[in-house]
């Protein structure tokens, strides 16, 4: 079934009727911080081709060039806040309504927006941080950042590892404890509401089919068609932060 803003009280229903509910985002739910999407126009892939993991570890002047795109995107969205979408949900499961939020964004605004770091299962890593892919060490932005600038070589760690965006990209290995995190949390839902996302990157976008498989409903808010809206018990084609407000006014949260 598909509609717009109209059919929020069918969907405050469905969340009024849940016992224990999972969100699931995509970078949809950040756009209105001024973080771009991959797939809307004007998104990123419409300014630049991805850079795969394979080509990363391969290519010191592939490291270099993710590095400057990297610190040129920071540069442009690294101020990002959260915004209505996110505090809306942060509600949800400081209400109890909501067990995690299950992100594919990388931006940190989930947590930064009050939801607690431990009902945050990210899939695709985050970019507010550095690792060392040998010796999985942390390394700090800013730090990279000022080497970078001073020699233009990309970071490399103290036991000599390539250091990368604690990011998941294309042809990188999934995270295997946020996977199996997220499959438990699927599993003990009876709503999944997938917010944001075009639902065209897996393994992410099987967690609603893994819902649904399972017995929950599905509800999906998303400004453009989904491959799995025929799949869903209702979807909003409609704007997140006006929707996420609305649906939790209904449902009193
Ligand atoms: P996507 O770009 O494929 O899809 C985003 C969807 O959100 C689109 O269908 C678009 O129509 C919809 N949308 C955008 N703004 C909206 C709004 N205000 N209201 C309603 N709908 C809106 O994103 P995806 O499905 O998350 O997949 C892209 C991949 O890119 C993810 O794996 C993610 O890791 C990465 N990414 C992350 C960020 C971030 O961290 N904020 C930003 C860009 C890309």
Known sequence: MTGDISIIDPAGALLERSRQAVVFTGAGVSTESGIPDFRSPGGL???LQPIEFQDFMASEQARR?????????????GAAQPNAGHRAIARLVAAGKVSHVITQNIDGLHQASGVPAERVIELHGNGTYAVCLSCRARHELADIKTGFETDGAPPVCHCGGI??????????PMPVFAMR???????ACDLFLAIGSSLQ????AGFPVLAKDNGARLLIINREPTPLDELADLVLHAEIGP????????AGH
């Open 163 to 172: 250091v990368k965006s604690a990011t998941i990209s294309f042809g990188q």
């Open 65 to 77: 060039e993710a590095w400057r795109r990297k610190f040129e995107l920071d540069a442009e969205i």
């Open 45 to 47: 892939w419409s300014r």
């Open 181 to 187: 995190a997220a499959e438990a949390a699927t599993l």
């Open 201 to 204: 990157v897996y393994p992410a």
């Open 243 to 250: 929707s996420l407000i609305a649906l939790t006014a209904d």
